[in-house]
């Protein structure tokens, strides 16, 4: 059996979950979690209560226990560039190469869509029915239409990011995305869904801003046809598998859109092109990605 420690928030709990299900599933080895986040922002609250998902065999470890695991920890190179700190985590295709069974893999990152098969996350990370119910009656009492071609959705991220100047968006990236989505469709009006509704109307005063539960807030990204989304872990698994092939912005270089004059924070996520993630740099041009890293400006 293998196992993962989940770490941080729901973004960061769902992408070690699916690594962990998707190294069982090509070594056939069974799999089990601890069914607790370790540090996040809800106490250990099991965040993910909301999706129907499989945790296996049961496990019951707490972060840097070992017990009767091996350990395998992902690479993290520290780069210091420009006065910038920043951490990048290259894609390891030795988990897959030699896969031990009995292993704890601890993913401080894992933010590479090499590591995924589309169909298993639209499989592994379906939301409760009776939870899609009872979401669709909240947006129709709040008027929010998710089969509107003219919606778009945008994803805020604020939070702890707020105090982090190289991480937090600059303003200046949402009013280019947001002119590119006029552009592609003059009759485009926009909802924000956020985890912090006080920032979200400093930076968007003129937008409708909700904060829902965690749950409603991933089902409306997962179901906008349009989405510009944060530099957020949030955001990734909930894009990729909306059902309605969404058109997407998300920011250049990810975790360092504002200050990178080449380099990628904190993975190679540009690989997310291929399920419809489309680039947008500080100068307000889209880009996408082929498999081999080949840019191509949309």
């Known amino acids: 059996m293998i196992t993962t420690y989940f770490t ?13 299900r998707e190294i069982a599933h090509r070594a056939n080895l069974e799999f089990g979690f601890t069914k607790r986040y370790f540090f996040d922002y809800y106490g250990g609250k099991l965040q993910s209560d909301f999706l129907n998902l499989d945790y296996g065999y049961p496990v019951d470890i707490n972060y840097g226990e070992t017990k009767n695991f091996y350990m395998w920890r992902e690479k993290k190179i520290s780069n210091y560039v420009n006065g910038d700190y920043y951490d990048y985590h290259p894609f390891q295709n030795d988990v897959f190469e030699n896969p031990k069974d009995n292993t704890i893999y601890v993913f401080s990152c894992g933010q590479d869509a090499r ?12 939301i409760k029915k009776e939870n899609v119910e009872n979401y669709n009656k909240v947006l129709e009492y709040h008027k929010i239409n998710l089969e509107d071609e003219n919606l778009c959705v945008i994803n805020v991220r604020g939070g702890e990011y707020v105090y982090i100047p190289n991480l937090i968006l600059d303003v200046d990236y949402w009013k280019k995305s947001i002119e590119i989505m006029i552009d592609k469709n003059p009759k485009v009006y926009f909802a924000v869904v956020t985890d912090d509704v006080d920032y979200a109307r400093q930076i968007l005063p003129k937008m409708n801003v909700y904060h829902f539960t965690i749950g409603l807030d991933y089902y409306i990204i997962n179901h906008a046809k349009n989405l ?8 990734i698994i909930p894009s990729v598998t909306n059902p309605n092939n969404p058109f997407i912005i998300a920011p250049k270089y990810w975790a360092r859109y504002n200050v990178s004059n080449g380099y990628w924070a904190s993975s190679d996520i540009w690989t997310f092109s291929k399920w419809g993630f489309n680039f947008m740099n500080r100068e307000g041009k889209l880009f996408s990605y082929s498999e081999n890293g080949e840019e191509k400006i949309l």
Do not use: M, R, T, V
Not at 115 to 126: A, P, R, V
């Open 8 to 20: 941080g928030n729901l973004g960061n709990g769902l992408i070690q979950y699916n690594l962990i």
């Open 228 to 235: 510009i989304l944060s530099n957020s872990s949030f955001a």
């Open 115 to 126: 590591y995924f098969d589309i169909n298993h996350l639209k499989e592994w990370n379906q």
